[in-house]
């Protein structure tokens, strides 16, 4: 499976954003889709996930209530729609999938492919 995110920018502060991420390859529907991010000298962090199958959605409380996370099954697209953006949430955001059944989602262990990431950058 090849995960490409894309969708990053620069915004300012209190601005949305949508980031988008294209599956390609094989996919099972027991598979859960994640998003996390890396800020400069920062380990990478948990932001949000969901399930193919069901579209159960979890995530992270920095995310919660400004960010959404949705998928489209037929285009195989993962999307983070990111609202009341703030400085802290500057970082290179990568899509992930976990092919394990019911992994600890907010675990990086967990998720076995990786996308390129891509770079928001909030202004203040």
């Known amino acids: 499976v090849q995960l490409q995110a894309s969708g990053g920018g620069l915004v300012q502060a209190g601005g949305s954003l949508r980031l988008s991420c294209a599956v390609s390859g094989r996919t099972l529907s027991s598979w859960i889709m994640g998003w996390f991010r890396q800020a400069p000298g920062k380990e990478r962090e948990f932001v949000a996930a969901?399930?193919?199958?069901?579209?159960?959605?979890y995530y992270a409380d920095s995310a919660k209530g400004r960010f959404t996370i949705s998928r489209d099954n037929a285009s195989k697209t993962v999307y983070l729609q990111m609202n009341s953006l703030k400085a802290e949430d500057t970082a290179v955001y990568y899509c992930?999938?976990?092919?394990?059944?019911?992994?600890?989602?907010?675990?990086?262990?967990?998720?076995?492919?990786w996308g390129q990431g891509t770079q928001v950058t909030v202004s203040s």
């Open positions: 992930a999938s976990s092919h394990y059944v019911q992994p600890v989602v907010a675990l990086i262990t967990e998720y076995n492919s």
């Open positions: 969901i399930t193919w199958s069901s579209g159960s959605t």
